[in-house]
């Protein structure tokens, strides 16, 4: 079993920042790409950051600039780096991790979420 586990979400004033965190646990091989997705309310889920384990990194446009996505595969661990934060940065932030298990399967994995919410 491979679990995500995800922290650092809360409340913010327009143009603070927060640190999101993903550690993957369980039955790993490797972790291959990992990424943040959000979901804002009557919104698709939509693609915020995503890093292989090479460290190439992608943006969606709108975060670019203010986020910064960041791995350690030592410890299994994403990071989200948020500044700037905007109101419409408000939403679920979800942990995706795409991991090859000890038994030779690959799988995408997600987080339970942790909610980001801006506002003065």
């Known amino acids: 079993q491979v679990q995500l586990v995800e922290s650092g979400g809360g409340l913010v004033q327009p143009g603070g920042s927060l640190r999101l965190s993903c550690a993957a646990s369980g039955s790993i091989r490797s972790i291959k790409t990992m990424g943040w997705y959000r979901q804002a309310p009557g919104k698709e889920r939509e693609l915020v950051a995503a890093i292989t384990s090479g460290g190439s990194t992608n943006y969606a446009d709108s975060v670019k600039g203010r986020f910064t996505i960041s791995r350690d595969n030592v410890k299994n661990t994403v990071y989200l780096q948020m500044n700037s934060l905007k109101p419409e940065d408000t939403a679920a932030y979800y942990c995706?991790?795409?991991?090859?298990?000890?038994?030779?399967?690959?799988?995408?994995?997600w987080g339970q979420g942790t909610q980001v919410t801006v506002s003065s």
């Open positions: 995706n991790a795409r991991i090859l298990d000890v038994f030779g399967m690959i799988k995408d994995y």
